[in-house]
């Protein structure tokens, strides 16, 4: 079966960093594009990276919103995807969320608080 | 980036009532539209993938239609399981952008 497992998250200071990770299995992770997706408290969705396969050259896509201070990542041997969160502002605080390509399969989520 | 409009964002509903929503994309997005189910504590679970087009293993409750700008999603027998919130998906052109929600409650 499909399963997207996140996990690094926690509480950290505004302009600290953060680096959130995904383990894929139940299918060909080196096949499949990934993204992050994100949920502040008590609000919708927000697409935030997506990173695509080799053949693809790996080519990675960013929300406006986390553009120059995201990097997403993928380790294909570990079937790992990252999100590597640098300079955070408190409008980052969300639940963020691991999912493949469609969008079909979504982890359980990650919560990703910052706060002074 | 395409807005999605969702309306209405919230609807009080009874068990067997049919449930209509409707998700309005700024451009044409053709078919590219998906449904999302979220239960509170959950994740985001898909039902309906390019407008009309059943996930594996959904109730044949749920349906979805459109295309262009305009889009549905109904469910034909509200069952108490059912409450949550709805959010439509456009994927035609990046950012993939989703709509604000529909949240579904008990009368």
Do not use: H
Not at chain 1, 88 to 102: I, P, V
Not at chain 2, 72 to 99: H, W
């Amino acid at each position: 079966a499909v399963q997207l497992v996140e996990s690094g998250g926690g509480l950290v200071q505004p302009k600290e960093s953060l680096k959130i990770s995904c383990a894929a299995s139940g299918f060909t992770f080196s096949n499949a594009a990934m993204y992050w997706v994100r949920q502040a408290p008590g609000k919708g969705l927000e697409w935030v990276a997506r990173i695509r396969t080799k053949p693809n050259n790996y080519a990675t896509y960013y929300a406006d919103s986390v553009k120059g201070r995201f990097t997403i990542s993928r380790d294909d041997s570990k079937s790992m995807v990252y999100l590597q969160m640098d300079n955070l502002k408190t409008e980052d605080t969300a639940m963020y969320y691991c999912t493949r390509r469609d969008f079909d399969y979504w982890g359980q989520g990650v919560m990703v608080t910052v706060s002074s | 980036d395409i807005v999605m409009t969702q309306s209405p964002t919230s609807m009080s509903i009874s068990v067997g009532d049919r449930v209509t929503m409707n998700c309005k994309a700024s451009q044409n997005v053709g078919s590219n539209v998906d449904w999302y189910q979220q239960k509170t504590g959950q994740s985001p679970k898909l039902l309906i993938y390019k407008a009309s087009n059943r996930y594996t293993g959904v109730p044949d409750r749920f349906t979805g239609s459109g295309s262009g700008t305009d889009f549905t999603f109904t469910i034909s027998n509200m069952q108490a399981e059912d409450l949550a919130v709805y959010y439509c998906m456009q994927s035609n052109s990046y950012p993939p952008t989703f709509g604000g929600g529909t949240k579904l409650e008990l009368k």
